[in-house]
């Protein structure tokens, strides 16, 4: 096999001379010069998710805005690249995203807010910025808004009851059977117009966020859970933005096919049409997390019985999706022994956490491992550092932002 024929290799992602390379560096010697877990991000790579985004929607035959969603990463050199290119605005779901989003070089009238358990420490806080764009999650924060700004223009965030997420996994999906706590339901809705008009509050934006990771298996109901979105329209006059919310995914797996963009851009289209509206779309995994890896360094590598463990420096404090939602990392040798499979043995690779879910993957395949050896953990560009803990204060790492 040779170093570009595995399922994640790309142009700017492979190996070259028995090297593993991301962005045009040498990923190994970039991180020896680093002490503990680093995190390695590409601003080229994000820059042109953001722009394959932007092609699809120009065929949606609808004007449109991207606010990309900052609660995948807020590591602040990419922040302030993304606020540069001029290419996006951006979401944020707590006051202190809104601060960081200001300081990075956004503009409030560049913000979304959608956010959920809203205190009204957070209204104040965020009403302070006439030009924010707020989502309303539910009908009290919509009267909440009116008794400090009557007048406002606001956002509701609905739920159609119906949605998706990867691998049709319930836990990534938003709206569904399961009554979740986004949004507004439709029974819902007549109260939520009662208050606006009580408050004189005019309704600009419909929001709605079904789910996370999506693939092309899970158009069909992504579609449907649009549809049942747009319902809503019949009954908001006012709207003069759709914000379909994010979830678009990318593989995880071997077996995973890339999100068809044209295809996605083509139900926007269909749904659309007719729809005197500007259309909003908030990407966070699909910009970043191909665009980032977590590097960690094996400490021992030992037979427990029948399994072959390689116990590395981090544990899932560090990067908790693969845990928490069965969406893996997908392990890489850096400078493998053999780049031959006939020559890899299942392993299982184990973090430094006291807890039994920490293992980055069970019986994977891979060269053989020693002491000291680097281990670059794909896919950690989106929902790893920024849902990072202190767990067993082990949460120390280094971010940093290559090809700026």
């Not at 009238?109 to 809203?118: D, E, K, L, Q, R």
């Not at 966070?284 to 037979?303: F, P």
């Not at 560009?381 to 932002?401: D, V």
Request: glycine letters at 12%; charged letters at 20%; proline letters at 5%.
């Amino acid at each position: 096999m040779s170093g570009q024929d595995f399922w994640w290799a790309r142009d700017d992602l492979g190996f070259k001379s028995g090297r593993l390379t991301f962005a045009g560096q040498d990923v190994a010697a970039l991180a020896q010069a680093i002490e503990g877990p680093v995190f390695l991000y590409s601003s080229r790579r994000a820059a042109a998710n953001l722009t394959r985004v932007r092609e699809a929607l120009a065929q949606v035959g609808r004007p449109w805005k991207i606010y990309y969603a900052m609660k995948a990463n807020r590591s602040e050199p990419l922040l302030k690249a993304m606020a540069g290119w001029g290419l996006c605005g951006i979401d944020v779901c707590s006051p202190g995203e809104l601060d960081l989003a200001l300081a990075s070089g956004f503009s409030a009238s560049a913000i979304s807010f959608t956010g959920t358990g809203v205190s009204n420490r957070d209204l104040d806080r965020l009403l302070a910025h006439p030009d924010l764009t707020i989502n309303c999650d539910t009908v009290g924060m919509i009267r909440r808004i009116g008794e400090r700004v009557p007048g406002r223009a606001i956002g509701i965030r609905v739920n159609p009851g119906r949605g998706t997420g990867y691998g049709d996994n319930a836990r990534l999906t938003y709206a569904g059977e399961a009554v979740t706590k986004f949004g507004i339901y439709r029974e819902q809705l007549a109260e939520a117009l009662v208050m606006a008009r009580a408050h004189n509050l005019t309704i600009r934006t419909l929001h709605f966020h079904v789910g996370c990771g999506y693939l092309g298996a899970q158009l069909e109901a992504w579609e449907a859970a649009v549809a049942t979105g747009l319902t809503f329209l019949d009954d908001l006059p006012d709207v003069t933005t759709v914000n379909v919310g994010g979830g678009l995914g990318l593989p995880h797996r071997a077996g995973d096919q890339p999100l068809d963009l044209g295809r996605w851009a083509a139900i926007l289209a269909r749904r659309l049409e007719g729809r005197d509206v500007t259309l909003a779309v908030e990407p966070g995994d699909y910009i970043v997390k191909d665009a980032g890896m977590l590097v960690l360094s094996v400490t021992d590598v030992e037979l427990k019985r029948d399994a072959l463990f390689a116990f590395v420096d981090g544990g899932f404090n560090l990067a908790p999706e693969p845990a928490y939602y069965d969406l893996p990392c997908e392990p890489v040798a850096c400078v493998p022994r053999s780049l031959d499979p006939a020559d890899w043995r299942p392993v299982t690779i184990a973090g430094n956490i006291n807890e039994a879910l920490d293992l980055w993957a069970e019986r994977h395949p891979m060269p053989p491992l020693g002491e000291g050896d680097r281990i670059a953990l794909l896919n950690a560009g989106g929902y790893s550092a920024a849902m990072s803990s202190n767990h067993c204060m082990r949460g120390g790492f280094t971010e940093i932002l290559l090809d700026d």
